[in-house]
């Protein structure tokens, strides 16, 4: 499960080490709703089209 403060690359992390596609997203022990491997990448591909950098590339950037 994630929690609603997880970052995309985290989200994308958790679906992957789940062999998932759909991911919980859990808060207080409370289902909160539900990410789909398919919003996250229209999330990501729209962030790349703005222009505009997300977090997760930031720190990416950092690290290297």
Known sequence: TANPEDS????????NAAETDVLPVVEMERLIG????????????????MGVPTQDNEDHRRAA
């Open 34 to 49: 539900m990410v789909l491997r398919d919003d996250l990448a229209r999330y990501i591909q729209v962030q790349h089209e």
């Open 8 to 15: 995309v690359a985290t989200a994308l992390d958790l679906m």
